[in-house]
């Protein structure tokens, strides 16, 4: 398969928080919220993002959609034939930006404003961009309305937020994400707060609009398995750091990261005649405030040996056929 | 009047388009008649939350009786009254041998020590007290919610500047202000007006409100908004100050008790240029001498009722109000 | 079984909302005997959360117990007042509610809000009693006693989750309720905060109602397992029964709606529709707009709850695996 280059390509991304920040004061602590992360995205494809609360994935997320701005790195994005470094967009290439970048956000009762009608939040991409006239988007907006599975559109178009049931909000939301027609979509847990049998339907419908569109997708996800459904790359994150990315399948299948094996451990099986073991790993969660150069797995490691601590966190590395994990000992 | 490659092809989004007749019953209704039937939609629900608060709905219905006595007043001065007996400011009634004369079938309400019909002023001064007031309140939740909202919003220098305006608006006394503004200026009604929806609009107001926009700005919705390519003014009109409406309504009837108060006050110590107002009728009974007089209650009682009445009334309303935004309940 | 700690008999509450009145739960009726654990799986709205505040009272104002029984060891609860209730509450039923973490008191030290409880209800330990008590306590839930001293915000989410549950010990209930425990806590914390829960169990020997609407981790913790849908149970079973038997058509979306992480990747069932508005639920069985097997009957007759053999339980016109 020729290598295609790829839609979206992150180097050495960072995003440092000072703790104790006064008037006038500089702090010198910092919350290493997202430290020298790298990946890349071919376009079409999906890459799910997985860690547990404090990793850093959501953070990532956000930075890739400039919500907040990097303290360091470059994210590169490959729009119409250019290359443009996200991280380093000046004012007026915003809004350009942001056509082409787009995010789904967790909370379906919290992602629309409860004012304002379907119609309102739908358009708002495209009204923001000057794109069309009234009536023009009025008819876009009924397309992707039924594009997302709410049909007809007429009895969705005016309706507010709380009249719709979470699945159909998630579909508004979605909708609003591809209303500009948008390369890349960002998506934070977009199923998480929705009951099970609703779930289905949205991530069936995400894959979908990845096909029929040709979007290209982050899937920010802290369950395991609805990341095997929705991806064909994942990458695992913890404290931060990307500490194993691969081919979906084969990171959950044959994981090379301590963490990664814990992790998947940890996964309750819903079959009570199997018996799981108990995941190997120790302590709790801490927060990346100012790390130690050591890896910062060592304290939790099962595996933990004098080369872990004694060197800087160890670089993510290729372990076999397109296979990564950040570890010494694998 | 599409805008070149930017106009948007039926169709182009995976392929769907909608069917004739789906297109044609939404493209029935132009956009402003659905916006319209929407609010009014939303009005009714509002009501009817409203109007499960007795309270509420006895405010307003004291409200909607000193409003009818406004607009009744012109009606009567040009039918029923001799205007020569009956104006509030100028009338005289030569037939009443004691001025101010008690209450009898000529004149229901009796004279004032002028010889003019307490009546006819009580109804007169109706319409300028709810003026004042509306126009008061009107400019204090302008002030408020657009200030509150960039204070919010923009954080920083901007919020330290308007948030210690406002300390330094509490912190000074509201009527003992106005009385020294009015003694060095000439205040009117609508200087009056204009001067208390300043007071209020830069006070305390400012920070409730700001208060809310804080809890309004860090909703998610924002965030999408933002990502969507909102610039900060989009955001902070488009979707903060829509939210705040509820709020500053609220604080618009207080707003309203307040000018209302502040206003008899200052005509009772004779310090405003106006013509006539319920606190100018109980300035103009003290002056004569007839203040604690009992025999003449007459020319106190209706006047102080009225301001009470309607101050309560809009408080009462304002209470009632608190329900219907308070977002305990929103739907899930 | 032997005589049951707890059998719900036929319980039915509505709540009453300015749109009208809620049929929130059904004509439930299941048995838990002593030491038992079982699990009540279902999705929002389903009732899970009703029936645990109904078996406690626990009910808004504008809720009641429109009909059935709760024989809690000879004694009805639907039949108790408020202040005849009180005795049982904490002392041998207790609950661990949703989103538990926050309902700590963030200005009381967390030892001194145990030993209130303690107090409160069983008021017969001195006070050097009460904190031996909870110290024990606080190693059972896997906690270090010295937090006891300590504020809630001073702990992490799992911490706070298992101090809750340390204070619906306290009282050492013959059944406990847990809503949804883990459902806000990381993946590697639940599973270890599960695993102390099943210990608890077999040491202690209480009967546990576990909800959620993770199948999941109720088949880790549950011998026996109850679905419901829309306010009623629709399927009630040992969880051997219900994963790999199951009769109600719902159960087994639920089951394949659920991706796994181990084992060949399935296509997931996809469920169309939404759970019902409870104010009007649709006549007959509840699940018919959305069930593939639905017929006229489904939508006119109300299907009985009853044993298709072994103590396995569902209520359907068209049992899967035949009838």
Redesign the interface.
């Known amino acids: 398969m020729p290598a295609t280059e790829p839609l979206v390509k992150v180097e050495g991304l960072r995003k440092l928080f000072p703790l104790n920040r006064g008037f006038l004061r500089e702090s010198n602590s910092f919350i290493h919220a997202v430290d020298d992360v790298n990946f890349s995205i071919p376009p079409g494809e999906s890459l799910a993002l997985v860690g547990?609360?404090g990793s850093g994935k959501t953070t990532t997320g956000k930075l890739l959609?400039r919500?907040i701005d990097p303290t360091a790195g470059h994210i590169y994005l490959k729009a119409d034939g250019t290359q443009v470094d996200i991280a380093s967009i000046p004012g007026k290439g915003?809004?350009a930006f942001?056509?082409q970048v787009?995010?789904i956000?967790?909370?379906p009762?919290?992602?629309?404003?409860?004012?304002?009608?379907i119609f309102d939040t739908v358009s708002?991409?495209?009204a923001?961009?000057?794109?069309?006239?009234?009536?023009?988007?009025?008819?876009?907006v009924?397309?992707?309305l039924?594009?997302v599975g709410l049909s007809?559109?007429?009895t969705f178009?005016?309706r507010f937020p709380?009249e719709l049931?979470?699945?159909?909000r998630q579909r508004v939301?979605i909708a609003?994400a591809?209303?500009i027609?948008p390369k890349f979509v960002v998506a934070d847990e977009p199923t998480s707060m929705l009951?099970?049998?609703?779930?289905?339907?949205i991530?069936?419908l995400m894959q979908e609009?990845a096909d029929?569109?040709g979007v290209t997708y982050l899937y920010i996800t802290?369950d395991?398995?609805?990341a095997?459904?929705m991806s064909t790359r994942l990458a695992v994150m913890y404290l931060g750091k990307i500490v194993e990315m691969g081919d979906t399948?084969e990171v959950?299948r044959n994981p090379l990261h301590p963490y990664t094996k814990?992790?998947?451990s940890?996964?309750?099986?819903?079959?009570?005649?199997l018996q799981?073991q108990?995941?190997d790993?120790k302590g709790?969660?801490s927060k990346p405030i100012d790390p130690m150069p050591r890896c910062r797995f060592y304290d939790r490691c099962p595996l933990a040996a004098k080369v872990c601590e004694e060197n800087d966190h160890p670089p993510l590395e290729d372990k076999g056929a397109g296979h990564y994990a950040a570890c010494y000992l694998v | 009047m599409s805008i070149g490659q930017d106009s948007l092809k039926p169709g182009h989004v995976g392929g769907i388009s909608l069917e004739r007749e789906e297109r044609e019953r939404l493209m029935a209704q132009p956009l402003w008649q659905v916006r319209l039937r929407l609010m009014f939609r939303s009005l009714r629900t509002n009501w009817a939350l409203f109007a499960e608060n007795k309270i509420g709905v006895i405010g307003l219905a004291i409200i909607a009786f000193f409003a009818l006595i406004a607009i009744a007043h012109p009606i009567l001065m040009g039918r029923v009254w001799d205007s020569n007996v009956y104006d509030p400011i100028i009338g005289f009634d030569p037939n009443e041998a004691i001025q101010p004369a008690p209450p009898s079938a000529a004149h229901p309400l009796g004279t004032d020590p002028l010889g003019r019909d307490v009546l006819s002023q009580l109804m007169f001064s109706a319409s300028s007290e709810f003026i004042l007031g509306l126009v008061a309140a009107l400019i204090t939740a302008t002030i408020a919610t657009t200030v509150g909202a960039i204070a919010a919003y923009f954080g920083g220098a901007v919020d330290v500047i308007f948030m210690r305006l406002a300390d330094l608006i509490i912190m000074l006394p509201f009527v003992t202000t106005l009385i020294v503004l009015s003694s060095l200026f000439e205040l009117d009604l609508p200087k009056l007006a204009v001067v208390i929806g300043l007071f209020a609009g830069f006070g305390a107001t400012t920070v409730i409100i700001k208060s809310q926009a804080l809890t309004v700005k860090v909703r998610t919705y924002i965030e999408a908004a933002r990502v969507a390519g909102g610039s900060n003014w989009h955001i902070i009109f488009r979707h903060i100050i829509p939210n705040l409406l509820p709020l500053s309504f609220l604080y618009m009837m207080f707003t309203v008790t307040s000018a209302i108060f502040s206003e008899a006050a200052l005509s009772f110590f004779g310090l405003l240029n106006i013509r006539m107002s319920w606190g100018l009728m109980i300035h103009t009974a003290q002056t004569a001498g007839y203040l604690l007089n009992p025999d003449t209650w007459w020319l106190i009682i209706p006047a102080g009722l009225s301001i009470t009445l309607l101050c309560a009334a809009f408080y009462l309303v304002g209470r009632a109000m608190d329900e219907v935004v308070n977002p305990r309940l929103r739907k899930r | 079984m032997a005589e049951p700690v707890l059998t719900v008999d036929d319980l039915t509450m509505h709540y009453m909302t300015r749109a009208g009145e809620v049929s929130a739960v059904d004509n439930v009726s299941f048995a838990l005997a002593e030491g038992e654990s079982m699990g009540l799986v279902g999705e929002s709205g389903c009732g899970k959360t009703s029936i645990a505040t109904s078996l406690l009272k626990l009910l808004p104002e504008n809720a009641h117990i429109k009909g059935g029984h709760i024989w809690f060891k000879g004694v009805d609860f639907a039949a108790l007042s408020e202040d005849e209730m009180r005795k049982y509450r904490w002392r041998n039923i207790s609950m661990v509610f949703q989103a538990a973490m926050n309902s700590l008191n963030p200005v009381y030290k967390v030892g001194d809000q145990i030993s209130e409880a303690m107090d409160t209800h069983l008021g017969v330990f001195t006070r050097e009693q009460t904190r031996q008590r909870i110290a024990e306590l606080f190693q059972l839930v896997g906690l270090d006693p010295k937090l006891m001293e300590q504020y809630p915000h001073e702990y992490s989410g799992g911490m706070r989750q298992r101090a809750v549950i340390a204070m619906a010990l306290s009282c050492n209930p013959d059944l406990i309720i847990a809503d949804e425990p883990t459902t806000a806590l990381d993946v590697i914390v639940q599973d270890s905060l599960l695993r102390e829960m099943r210990l608890l169990q077999d040491r202690l020997g209480m009967a546990m109602i576990y909800i959620s609407h993770d199948i999941a981790v109720i088949a880790e913790v549950s011998e026996k397992i109850g679905v419901m849908y829309a306010g009623r149970l629709v399927e009630w079973a040992k969880s051997e029964e219900i994963f790999h038997r199951p009769i109600h058509p719902y159960t087994a979306a639920l089951m394949s709606a659920f991706p796994s992480v181990t084992g060949p990747k399935r296509e997931l069932a996809m469920l169309s529709g939404e759970p019902p508005d409870l104010l009007h639920p649709p006549p007959g069985c509840r699940f018919h707009p959305r069930c593939p097997f639905a017929t006229e009957i489904c939508k006119e007759q109300v299907p009985d709850f009853k044993d298709h053999g072994g103590g396995h339980y569902a209520a359907c016109w068209h049992p899967l695996g035949g009838d």
């Open positions: 547990e609360s959609v919500l915003m809004k942001r056509r787009q995010m956000f967790q909370d009762y919290e992602s629309l404003n409860p004012r304002r009608t708002e991409p495209l923001v961009q000057g794109i069309g006239h009234v009536l023009e988007r009025e008819e876009r009924a397309e992707l039924v594009l007809p559109p007429s178009m005016f709380h049931s979470g699945g159909q939301a609003r591809l209303v027609e009951d099970v049998s609703v779930r289905t339907g991530m069936h609009l029929r569109l802290h395991l398995a609805v095997r459904y399948e959950l814990a992790l998947l940890a996964v309750p099986i819903p079959d009570p005649t799981r108990p995941p790993i709790g969660i």
